[in-house]
């Protein structure tokens, strides 16, 4: 028997009890869902304990202080009440010495290789979405908005779906069969919600000023407006944090290209002015929203554009990548794209190649954003189509091409990067609507 493991779970059972006290039900329900993970005994869940110990203790300390402070303002007896608190805080962090010690390194004994990264992506999307959940101004988790203070459940099923990918995608190898899975179910998502929202369900939508879901509006649309810059942020920011992975993990209609271009097995890669065409899209769709905004266009004109400019993209996917089987629509017609691989430049994620690489060709053969062709290889490089999506990293028997950052190891700047794009694949999967 594990006897060590009673202070622990008391102290769970007690936070959860605050939550419940306080009237948190969602708070309540997510530290009793903790409290299950310990029969897992996967690794992860040591930091993650470690973590929700050391706020727990943090809790009791301010608590105990209010509750101190109220009795003696009253005049009321408050010397027992501050030693219970105490008791309870010192029952905190108690468990949390003895997850850190021998006996929890001992007891959470599986999967400890990638346990650190996983505990670190179930942190991080806890802790991104809790950031999201409270600074604004109305419920922008679906489960707050069909029950009050129940988005706590949902911040933990999203944080361990994240942790669950992060295991699968940190194999090179499993990651090609995954990354268009994931990607591929949050645009589903993404799309289900819209649907369900026009349908008349305004929970699902999240503030009911549509407009279409085109990437290219990201930057076209508060240009035309003068106002309405989150997306944008949004995206520039995302882009600073993992580069053009935006383009091969987070955008909901680029999963479309991808599914239209696995409809044949070879891929022939787009000629050299490929890359001109996208230029011109881009110049195009600015100009075209700046004009409408001088010439003060209606907004139905605006709309007619977009529409065109998105059903012309969907069927670049299904004429053109289907049987080319690369991401056309991304690497030629998509304006955003491009903004994404250019602001990429910025962000320090780097592919390279070694100079033993044999040329080999299997790399180039797997790449459909057409980045890794004859010529890249010479020169140790993909080209500015990359969008950091990983699939050569898996074919590269040798491992003669990597991911790099500054300071960090191929390997650790890997495991670094998939905490980091997987933790905003979860976040944008619980957030990301209409």
Request: hydrophobic share 55%.
């Amino acid at each position: 028997m594990h006897l060590w493991l009673v202070p622990p779970i008391l102290s769970l059972i007690l936070l959860s009890a605050h939550a419940l006290r306080a009237g948190d039900l969602g708070l309540c329900i997510a530290w009793i869902l903790l409290c299950l993970l310990f029969f897992t005994k996967k690794r992860w869940i040591r930091y993650v304990l470690a973590a929700g110990f050391t706020l727990g203790a943090f809790t009791w300390v301010e608590t105990g202080v209010q509750l101190v402070q109220f009795r003696m303002a009253f005049g009321l007896p408050w010397l027992r009440l501050g030693l219970i608190m105490l008791t309870v805080f010192g029952v905190t962090v108690f468990s949390l010495f003895l997850i850190l010690g021998q006996k929890g390194r001992l007891f959470f004994s599986e999967a400890v290789e990638i346990g650190p990264a996983q505990g670190a992506a179930f942190l991080l999307t806890t802790l991104t979405l809790v950031l999201a959940r409270t600074k604004t101004s109305f419920p922008i988790l679906l489960a707050d908005r069909f029950h009050l203070n129940m988005g706590w459940v949902e911040i933990f099923f999203l944080a361990l779906y994240a942790t669950w990918i992060t295991g699968k995608m940190l194999d090179p190898k499993a990651s090609i069969r995954v990354r268009p899975r994931i990607w591929a179910l949050f645009s589903l998502v993404f799309f289900l919600q819209l649907f369900l929202g026009l349908l008349g369900i305004e929970e699902m939508l999240m503030t009911g000023k549509l407009h279409l879901p085109v990437p290219a509006l990201i930057l076209a649309a508060p240009i035309y407006r003068g106002s309405g810059f989150f997306m944008l942020t949004l995206f520039t920011i995302t882009v600073l944090l993992v580069g053009p992975a935006w383009c091969s993990h987070l955008c909901y209609i680029g999963a479309w290209d991808d599914v239209a271009s696995r409809r044949v097995k070879k891929i022939r890669h787009l000629p050299k002015w490929a890359k001109r065409a996208q230029i011109f899209n881009l110049v195009l769709v600015v100009a075209a929203a700046l004009t409408m905004r001088i010439l003060g266009s209606p907004w139905t004109l605006a709309l007619l554009s977009a529409s065109i400019f998105g059903l012309v993209g969907v069927g670049v996917m299904l004429f053109v990548s289907s049987r080319r089987g690369q991401l056309v629509h991304c690497t030629m017609y998509c304006p955003m794209g491009l903004v994404g691989n250019v602001l990429g430049k910025i962000s320090p994620w780097r592919i390279k190649i070694d100079s033993e690489c044999n040329k080999c060709g299997r790399c180039s053969s797997i790449c459909r954003y057409g980045a890794l062709t004859g010529e890249d290889l010479e020169k140790g490089r993909p080209n500015l189509s990359c969008t950091l999506c990983g699939d050569c990293l898996g074919v590269c028997k040798k491992k003669h091409i990597y991911l790099k950052f500054p300071g960090l190891s191929p390997g650790l700047a890997r495991k670094v990067f998939v905490v980091m794009v997987v933790s905003l694949h979860a976040v944008f999967l619980g957030v990301a609507r209409m």
